[in-house]
């Protein structure tokens, strides 16, 4: 591959020949390419920010004059805690900064994640709606005769031996001891 296609040539004209030549230099960056296209989009939710808190609110990832941190569930394993101390810095665990409030109830959640309080509301909703429809379950076989129910459903019945076994009486059974009577025990002179 040639270094002009490598580096992007500049055409310039020949002195000589009248023609555009391609010269092998390298392309030079452009200001432009360090400064940050935002989007419109991006201005717009800056500017209701902005907005936001001009209006004495405090901004959405602030509650109560502290930043909202997530709170882990459950105990981090061996390795976790191995990874967060000495692994290099950018293989360790990040904080979680994407946390904003949810728009119907009003609790701390993860962006782009369901609300996990919202979640159990509909999921206990949805229980109480299955439990309607379905009714109350009735225990098959429900309805037998005694007689029935012992044969279908015989059970644990002892015998005789092991009766016996259960009363213990094969086992030696230690004596009681007297009552102590200090009168009873002879004296030395």
């Known amino acids: 591959m040639s270094l002009a296609l490598r580096f992007g040539g500049l055409s310039v004209l020949s002195a000589y020949s009248g023609g555009i030549v391609s010269v ?5 960056p452009k200001i432009a390419d360090f400064l940050p296209q935002m989007a419109s989009k991006q201005i717009k939710n800056l500017q209701d920010l ?7 609110n405090p901004p959405f990832m602030i509650d109560n004059g502290m930043i909202l941190r997530a709170v882990p569930k459950k105990r981090p394993s061996h390795r976790r805690t191995r990874e967060k101390l000495y692994a290099p810095g950018d293989k360790q ?6 946390l904003g409030r949810c728009p119907a109830c009003g609790h701390v959640k993860r962006s782009h994640f369901m609300c996990m309080h919202c979640f159990a509301e509909i999921r ?24 029935d129910e012992k044969i279908i459903y015989p059970g644990k019945y002892m015998r005789d031996y092991e009766h016996r076994l259960q009363k213990k009486d094969w086992i030696p059974q230690r004596e009681e001891s007297l ?4 009168d009873q025990v002879k004296k030395s002179k």
Do not use: C, T, W
């Open 24 to 28: 092998a230099l390298p392309r030079l």
């Open 50 to 56: 902005r907005k936001h808190m001009e209006d004495g």
């Open 93 to 98: 665990i990040k904080n979680l900064e994407n």
């Open 124 to 147: 206990s909703f949805l229980k109480e709606k299955k439990r309607a429809l379905l009714g109350e379950s009735v225990a098959p076989q429900s309805n037998l005769d005694p007689v």
């Open 179 to 182: 009552m102590y009577n200090r």
